[in-house]
Structures are given as C-alpha cells and as structure tokens.
C-alpha cells in the first residue's frame, strides 16, 4: 500500500489535527464503528445525556410551569441567536428555533410568496432547482398549487449543481422567492450563495437558502450574502438529535414586511394576553407558531457550545481535509474497481460529504453496514459519505474506504 | 376546622385511593410544593430521566441512523396507535404524533375546509367558540382570511359552556367544520361532545375536536362519538415535557379525501423513494409533515404506560373526586372571603381543573407562587387549580386551597 494510504498517514494526520481532543466527547466515537452518516444524524455529545437527565429532574421537574417564564419562553430566540452567531453569520433577532424544516419552509415560502403578490400581482413564481432537498419540491409544489402560482424549475447537472449563470437565466419579473439548498444534498455541491442571491435581488426576488447539509459543516455568510430567509435542520452537523427543531433566519429588514399564516400563541405580539385577534409579534418571533419542544433544543445547545469552541473556520478546514482524504483515497483505492467521485473535487466548491458512484453501491450499502461501516445510499448510484468533522477521524475515514473496496472486491 | 376541611379527611381520601402508590412516581411529588399546574405542564415521571439518559448513549449514540429503520420511523404513528387506545378510544391507525397542537390544527381544519369547499363551494364558514382557547381562535381566523371564508363565532357563557342547542342554532348549509374544545380551558367546563357531533353531522359540517384539556384527565370516545377530526397536546395531563409533540386523529373514513397543505417527506406515500413529485401517504401518516422528534416523544411513552397500567376509567374517578374534593373545600373555606367556584359543579359536565373567582385572584396567584403553591391565573379574575389525577394528592389540594385562604385574609 502506498503512503498515501497508508495507516501511518491517517495516524499522522489525526496527530496533526488541532481538533482531534474532541472526538472524544461524542458517544461512541472511540468504538470500532464507521460512521459516515453524520450528514444524517449527528452523533451525540456525552454532555448531553447528562443535561437531559437533569433537564428532567431539575428544570422540568424542579421548576415545572415556572420554568416558561425563567428562561424557556426565550429559548427559540436566545438559541436561535447563539446559532446564528456561532454557524450563520447571523446578527442578533433573525434566527428561530422550533417546528421541523418542513413546516419552517412553508411558513417562509408563504411569507415570501404571499408578499411579493401582494405587492406585484405579477410575481407569481417560486424558483427552485429540479435537483433540490424532496421536501423543498414538496412544499414549493404544494404552495404554488393552493395559491395559483407556478414553480419554475431550474434544471441541473448533478454533479455541477446550481449556478449563478443558471439563476440569472431563471429569474425575472415574475420571480417570488428562489428556494435553493446551499450544499447540494445528493453532489454534496456548494453554491455560490453570495453570487446567486445577487442575482436574485436584481431581478427584484427574494433568496430563500436550504441551509440543511451545511449548517455546522460549512462556514455560512447570511447577513454578508444579503439573503432574505433561511431554513435548516439541527440534527445533522449540529447533533440536536432524531428530529431535533429546525430554525429559520429571517433578514431584519424583512420582519415586519412578512407575515407567516400559522397563526399561533407563540407568534402573537402579546402571548400572555390570549387576547380576541391575533396580531403578529414585533421581530423574529412571529415566525413561531405553536410550542417547541424544550427538551428537544438541549443537545442542540452543547453542540453550539462545542462548535463555538472550536470555531467555525477551524471546523471548514477540518472538514475540508476530511473531505480532501476521502476523495484522495477514492482515486487511489477504488478507481480501478470503477468507482467515481461524483462530488466537485474543488474543495471550495464542496460541502462536507463526498459521494461516490458505482453500479453496485446500494448492495455496497447494505453489505457495509453489516460490517459496523455506516455510510448511507442515494440514487443514482450514490454512496454518501458524510464526514462530521468534530467527530471523525482521519484513520475512521481510512477504514471505511478500505471497508468499500473490500466489499467491492467481494462483489466482482 | 369542620370535619370537611379537616386534616383527617384528606388522609382518609389519600388512604383510599387506588391510584394512591403511582404518586410517588413522579418528580417532585413528595416535596412540600403544592402543584397546582398539571394542566398546563405536568410533572415528569421518574422513570423519564432515565429513559431519556440511555435514550441518548443506547438508542440515539448506538444505533445512529439505524434507528430510523429500527422503530423511530413508525413512532408517530406507534405512538399515536397507543395514545388513541389508552386515551382518546380510537382504534388503530387514526392518530399520529408530531408537530406542535398549533399546526396540526392548521393542517386538520385547511383539510377539512379544503374538502368542504371542493365538494359545495357554498359551504365556507368554520364554526368556533368566542371563548375558545386563543390559539384555536387566530388559527381559524388565519385560514379563513387566506382562503376568503368566514369564520361563525358561538357567544358562550364562560361558566355554562358550549351547548347541543348553541352548536345547532350556529351550523347550516354553510357550515364546513365546527372547532371546539372538548373541557374549556377558563372554567374547565365539558361539552356534550357526542350530542354536539352529531349536531354538526346533521347539517353536513364535520367536527374537530380540541381536546388539549381533556386527554389524560377525562375519557374520550372519538370513533363512538363519530368524531371527524380531533387535536390535543401531551405536555399537559399526558406529562411529555414542555413543547412535547402534539396528536392529531383523522376518522379513518376521511383519510383518503382530506389532504394537508404542508407536503413534506414524512407524508410522503414513500419516504425513501425521493421522487420527483409528491404524492401523499395512504393513512394517517399523510398527515405528518417534516421529521418529528424522537427525544421528545419518550417521555409521552411513559405516562401512556402508566395511564393505561392505572386505567382512563380510575384515572377519572380520581379526577372527579379530587376536582369535588376541591369545590367543596372552596364552599366551605373561600365562600366567605367572596370567593365563587366559576367552575360546573355537576361533576359529570367539569374536566380535571377547577377555576375560582375573585377580584384579588391575580394578586393572590403571585402570592401563591413566592409560597409554592403553584395554580395558574387567567383572565377575568381566576385561579385555576389543575388536579392532575395521577401526582397529585387530596392532603396537596387541601394545603393549597387553605393557602388561599391565608393569602386572601392577610390582603383584605
């Protein structure tokens, strides 16, 4: 095997890791298992198992109805404020926690759409790209039918992913609101989101970015971009957990002009006073509707607390060279088993997984994770590998691509 | 002291409630605090911690991705199957957990509106109560001004409640749902759910249900009431945590017709392919939108369990008692001070809280709180005391109603 490969290699990078101490503090990182499903589900922090148990006893159980008014109430925005500092490049008072991406989405395409209608009859269009997130096709579909609309699809090249060339040519007077995934959940392709939401502003649209697969992974400029909304979800790269909340940025200078339809206690300008009507709060809360689960935002909050810690652009670069690895170990490990990288091999044009394709890779999948090497499978052909880049290592990621060339050879 | 308000007689009813061991299950119930506020958050079970603790290091931390093919997949509607049985008498595959009360009410009454208004474009009017619980009411007026309907507001009584003759008086050949609470959450009244169904069949409108007040406290019999949809949380009697999930029952007859505006890939009639279109579940999962949280559904497991081991049937029982229990200590100890029991005192109309009147009642809540006696205050003058069934004691209710009475004689 040559050094490019070789253990010593992997074992020398993880020594020259400056973020490798804290590996340590996931569940399991130390076990034999590969994980390369952390674009999936995160593993969690050992901190977080503990704060939940005395989440329960203490402030559940210790302060009970209380605890809404000591800090809890709060807790969409303060979290959202720490996320969006930490991970969004997001000032203060635009960024909420709480409901799932799905229902965060309507609610902004709605606000989006419902506006630029309002004030243009004639801006009837959602833009979004034939390639993005099902979700993101669902709601936009689903929203373009129940308000007469029309969706515009912007047809990509898989591997390419979204242009701004692409964008330009999709937009114009009758552009709403353009739905777009920053990092390309199947390519793993980063967009260049401060190119494209340019070129959204001069056709008078507004650019809504799916935020999913680069949250907590790759560095997010959302004040620096001019974008005007954003969603995401918490449990991939941010370790919240199976279904952890997701959050939802909304541009300072857009706040009052938006208004979402789920009309709720939580969004309403007075909360407490359960008065007759319902009017919108002031700021980013009228963006919530209904109660968010509490005990769902704890891991979230040490993984933030961790994130914060080591610093988004150490974790890019960490990322970056894990990504980098995966695609060196491709060419050289599984090329000749006809194996391709289907990610760009332009780092800076890459997010934090690296997909792989080969005829073969859905029954790759299976046998892999009955081996305790657990990437995950996307058609067509795709093996995803998702590479956390607080929780794995350079030798993990090296064992695992050793693991598909075996099950490859098996296979032939 | 008579023998009523004696010390005696609260050990006695203690000493002979068959309900009495599961108490000390719950976090906190043996300390000093008297909670009066389980029907706004009720307390954890002890076992919750726990559970929550090796959620995280075996479940979530062990299996990570895996456990969506390994039962996170199914919960809500596993969940759901199981809150209907030992709750809401629903038989299976009609109630799905997820989401919070607030938008699951969005996408059950635009369900329900959408399929009216297809099949008789005349029947656009939503039937709610002026007294409804706020956030039932600004859903209702959202959805009615974004789909150009109407909303019919029954006047009610605070105290009597929404009646058979009311409900009939309010529906007609306009009516295309009708959105009540089963217990009113001011004076805990309880509305004749199957005659005001049946009520609403009559005139072709279909019945939703609020039943945020009643699950966990009071039996419910949607199939035998003929419901057609029904809501509620399970953070109050049902004690899943601050911001647990909600439910949402969908009469299986209506499954097929009724589709949700919030198309995401929970609902998707198959999650994993990730097709080009959407096209929604057959069932109740339709009616799933995003990715529920796992983590904030365990402690909801729990309480089931403990329900159904205790039975709905004893649970209210011990309801009734403690909620008579608490009327007659308020005759016996407040009626001097001017205090009125805004509650019904036909034990068979009143759902597991009791609510007091006086002008100081805001005053005397404050007061109540710096003492640990923990009821809640709502608008105009009223002190709601919340008996949840199963943590709370009839020696817990007498210490905090005589609370009451020292805090109103040292403010006059």
Known sequence: MSDLTSAARAESLDAADPLRAHRHRFVGADTGLVYFDGNSLGRPLVVSADRLHSFVVEEWGGRLIRGWDEGWFALPLTVGDELGRATLG???????????????????????????????????????????????????????????????????????????????????????????????????????????????????????????????????????????????????????????????YVAERWQAELTQPIQGWMGHADPFLMGPDYEPSVGIRRFLSGTPSVLAMQPLRDMLALVDEAGMDAVRAKSVALTSYAVELADALLADAGVRVASPRDAGRRGGHVTLTHPSMREVTARLWAEDVIPDYRDPEGLRIGLSPLSTSFAETRRGLLAVREVLAALS
Do not use: M
């Open 90 to 248: 997001a000032g203060p008072g635009q960024t909420v926690v709480g409901d799932s991406t799905t229902v965060l989405l309507y609610k902004l395409v709605r606000a989006a759409l419902d506006h630029q209608v309002r004030a243009d009859p004639a801006r009837r269009e959602i833009v979004v790209d034939s390639d993005n997130f099902p979700t993101d096709r669902y709601v936009v579909e689903g929203i373009a039918a129940e308000r007469g609309c029309a969706v515009r699809w912007i047809e990509v090249d898989r591997a390419a992913g979204v242009s701004v060339e692409q964008v330009r040519a999709a937009v114009g007077p009758a552009t709403a609101v353009v739905v777009l995934s920053h990092v390309a959940y199947r390519s793993g392709h980063l967009a260049d989101a401060p190119g494209i939401t340019a070129a959204v502003h001069e056709a008078g649209g507004l650019a809504l970015w799916d935020l999913c697969h680069s949250v907590g992974a790759v560095p997010v400029a959302l004040d620096e971009w001019g974008a005007d909304l954003a969603v995401g979800c918490t449990y991939k790269y941010l370790n919240g957990g199976p279904g952890s909340p997701a959050f939802a």
